[in-house]
């Protein structure tokens, strides 16, 4: 049966497929990790500043996860399609903050803030799904069990934290502002993830040699989730509430679980750090 754990299956027995994957992965992860890296060195909050950066060095350690796996495969990373690049699709529609704001040294204004925690908000809410999906298909797997259920752990850890920095700004009286901003930026998202879907489709057909009927129904799989979120799912990447307590506080630079920032803390299956 043709479903998104047996589709995930054949990309991962492919060096070519997991390759494109991991490349993919790996390109978003640290493009996400140099965002933030930026932002934490321009914010003027010295609250707000080391948890951007200790987001950061998650999503590096994410990247560095994916380009070892993919090494570990025998493989180096390859270029990733225009169409299938998530991030510079997204701010090339104005989505989170342009490239060219961040190299400029200004310090950036609450609004900046905003844009950037909307936009994490909402690429986040994307990022722990995905990585569910993972877990569900990979997480007792013996060379990359290990990594998927880290990362998926890191990416709901991500998404808590910006519901509860949101909400905060919220309280602070700009609740009207952030609740535009997400709506505008969950369209935009939905709109993209499917053209990456279809891009990314395309490709792993073309490398898998899938015959046009299961293309077709791949193809139709994404527009089907599409239909789904501009009809109804948007609302869940919206919405604003307060992380359970166990969640709480998940990017403070110190915590008493001892998680440490962007240190992988684990060695993958074979691998001697
Ligand atoms: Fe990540
Ligand atoms: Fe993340």
Known sequence: MLTAGSVFREIYAD???????CSIAASGEDQGGWENERIASLVRDRELAPKI?????????????FDRLMRKRGVGPVDVPDDADYCMLLERQGIGLIHERLKDDRPLTDRDVITYLVHSRVTEQRASEDMRLMVRVFGDDPE????????????DNHLAYCHEELLRLSAAGHGGYIRELLRRTAKAEIRTHRGVGLAVMRRMGEILGWPSWKRGLLA???????????AYGWRRMVELRMPEPRMRNAMAPARADGRQAGGDGFALVGEVT
């Open 15 to 21: 060096d070519r497929a997991y390759q494109l994957f």
């Open 144 to 155: 990359i069990g290990r990594a998927v259920r880290m990362i998926s752990a890191d990416e």
């Open 220 to 230: 139709a799989g994404v527009y089907g989730l599409w239909l789904y979120e501009e």
């Open 53 to 65: 950066a200790r987001h950061g060095a998650d999503e590096r350690k994410h990247g560095r996860i």
